[in-house]
């Protein structure tokens, strides 16, 4: 299905003709509408834009015209990894650079403008993240003030790498050259919450060029609590994600990835279950995310190590 509106070019807007867009979404129409209505409204503009839903109720009413062309699709299944490649294989052939962006993001007016650059200047570069200067806590309107009296300096490096404790890509702006796509798709065995498939692409990735960021692409994500799942299957997803990414052997090392999240993370959300007052997240459900780590701690010590099995979980414990 597509429900694309392809309006004129603004006034001084850029138009980088060789990117697409592709926003994932679910349960969050009116989030997904405003972003986009932003991304039309600044300075330099995709080629095009691809929302890719898992019903008609995700996909935004947009009855303007706007600078680019917006496809509305309908993915086979749920799940943001499912959602992301049928968006890539809709794409048109002349889209050589993407940029996956959160459903719920606000750009630097010269972002897409940016991300040309790097790719264009960094011919090495396979993919990389935007610059998240804030996750969370913060509304569109002071996203936008501290986006718009961010500087973009000449001097500035066209790339590099996050902090060693990063392993290098970051979901809610990652922007990956076209071919590579061909190649590395995102896992669909990721179902409903794909937590971690950000750094699991970045780390497969990087077997065909650099991985890293810029400080070049600034970006605010809102990070929306609607349309999430439980706290419960958070705290599955936390484990059990993680365990099957270690067993691929890509990336991620077994016997840190099974101490962080065998050991520690389950420790952490009990500790902070039995000790609130101490919790600095208080938007966190620590009980909820406790039992969900708890679910899929039984299910490892059963050999049971399937994401696929946080359907049933959501299905026990709701959204």
Not at 3 to 31: M, Y
Not at 37 to 42: T, W
Not at 155 to 176: H, S, T
Not at 270 to 293: M, T, Y
């Amino acid at each position: 299905m597509d429900k694309g509106k392809t309006g004129q070019t603004k006034v001084n807007q850029k138009v980088i003709s060789t990117l697409g867009v592709i926003i994932a979404t679910v349960g969050r129409k009116e989030i997904v509408e405003q972003t986009i209505l932003s991304l039309s409204s600044r300075r330099t503009i995709p080629g095009c834009v691809v929302v890719t839903g898992a019903t008609e109720k995700d996909l935004p009413v947009l009855d303007y015209v706007m600078p680019f062309p917006v496809h509305l699709l309908l993915a086979p299944a749920k799940g943001s990894a499912i959602q992301r490649n049928h968006g890539i294989s809709q794409l048109s052939p002349s889209i050589e650079l993407v940029s996956f962006l959160d459903d719920d993001m606000e750009l630097h007016d010269d972002y897409c403008a940016e991300v040309e650059n790097v790719f264009r200047s960094a011919p090495e570069v396979a993919g990389f993240s935007g610059y998240i200067m804030t996750n969370g806590g913060i509304d569109r309107a002071d996203a936008r003030t501290l986006l718009d009296t961010y500087q973009i300096h000449k001097e500035m490096p066209v790339f590099g790498f996050y902090p060693k404790r990063w392993p290098g890509f970051y979901g809610c702006a990652m922007n990956i050259r076209r071919r590579w796509l061909a190649v590395e798709q995102f896992d669909e065995r990721l179902p409903l919450y794909a937590l971690g498939e950000d750094c699991e692409m970045g780390f497969r990735l990087s077997r065909h060029g650099a991985v890293g960021g810029s400080a070049r692409c600034p970006v605010v994500h809102l990070a929306a609590k609607s349309g999430r799942i439980s706290e419960v299957g958070v705290g599955y997803a936390q484990i059990i994600n993680y365990l099957y990414f270690a067993g691929k052997g890509i990336g991620y090392p077994r016997m840190a990835t099974y101490w962080h999240h065998l050991v520690r993370l389950p420790l952490v959300n009990l500790f902070f279950r039995l000790f609130p007052a101490l919790e600095q997240k208080k938007s966190i459900d620590r009980k909820g995310r406790f039992r969900g780590n708890l679910l899929a701690l039984a299910d490892a010590a059963r050999g049971r190590i399937d994401p696929k099995n946080l359907i049933a979980i959501v299905a026990r414990f709701g959204k």
